[in-house]
């Protein structure tokens, strides 16, 4: 069922963009000018960002006009590189699903007439990344051929494939961040890959943690399958309280309070609640200072490596490989993964075995104790 209606919502997305591209009419392209966008989620820009710098060996300043259109969520990381002329923010999920804001964002896009548009997204979708490649009107359209993993529909990926006209050769492209390296030699750059940094700003880091040693769990994630259980969370907590005498935070999103209420409820030890009480510059200063981090595969995990402090995240099976390989291609930060192998790994998360809101088997059947050792040798 749940096919069903995707193959119908992107057929749906497909005519009505239609009708948004007649009413917006054409445009007059402005020479040298780019769009780039990215709106998904904060740890694929932080895996993606280390190397937009080389950008504007491509795009010099001066000579381009580069604008980047960036997910509301994290679009204040952007400013941060300060390499880009104009930086737009988009509400993703009004852009989906807000026919009238997602034609106001098309207008602007059209109405500014850009000469090229980029796409760095591999697995593309017909929802908002390859929609607003075809909406741009650009002369040049460059983007990968990537996978079929957010299509349904062959036919639907087969038009949307027919609308680049620089397309990024990613034959047996495993990991993310692969794909980030060929992007980026594919716009000319010869540098050696890297992660996001962020330098220290104690003036981000709230006074009550100034001076401690602490720990930090974040036991949110973007979809309840992907939650390690809170009692795992609470009884880990328990064991770095008892053998290392660290002060235990706890952080997440608004939609992470029920969670975290959770785990401190289960907690022995008191925990200091923070969530949905940091802005995310907040939030990268405290895991980027504490001596742990205890987290799901979600936006905290891309932080911590990109802090360097030591994280352990447990991992689940959905595209497992794909975004936790730090280890193996990078010079490998303090960053181990608690992961409980299944023959259905690769799922991309269309779990067979789910039939209620709980956390997934390869997520659940993730041990406290397996979690504890790693914690042991991170910390050593």
Known sequence: MKKIIKYALAYTFYFLDSISSLLIGNSVQGKNTVLIFRLDHIGDFLLWNGNVNSLRSKYPRGKYKLVFLANQSWGELVNLNNIFDEVWLVNRKKFIYNYFYRFSIFRKIRNYGFETIINPVFSRDPFWSDPIVRLSNAIFRIGFYGNSLNYNSHYLKNYYDRLYNNMINDINIKSEIEINKIFYMAMGSDEDFKLSKFESNPALLPNLLKDKSYFVLFPGASWSGRRWPPKFFSETA???????????????????????????????????????????????????????????????????????????????????????????????????????????????????????????????????????????????
């Open 238 to 380: 328990n064991l770095i309280t008892e053998n290392f005498k660290f002060n235990g935070v706890i952080c997440g999103a608004l939609s992470d309070i029920p969670i975290s209420t959770d785990v401190i409820n289960l907690s022995k030890y008191p925990l200091t609640d923070l969530t949905a009480k940091t802005s995310l510059l907040n939030l990268i200063q405290i895991i980027g200072n504490a001596k742990l981090l205890i987290t799901n595969e979600t936006s905290a995990a891309h932080i911590g490596a990109c802090t360097n402090t030591p994280t352990i995240c447990i991992a689940g099976g959905g595209h497992f490989g794909r975004f936790l390989t730090y280890q193996e291609l990078l010079n490998p930060p303090p960053f181990l993964v608690a992961n409980y192998y299944m023959d259905c790994y690769g799922c991309n998360w269309n779990c067979k075995y789910l039939k209620a809101e709980t956390s997934t088997p390869c997520i659940e059947n993730v041990s406290v104790e397996k979690v504890f050792e790693l914690i042991i040798k991170i910390l050593n």
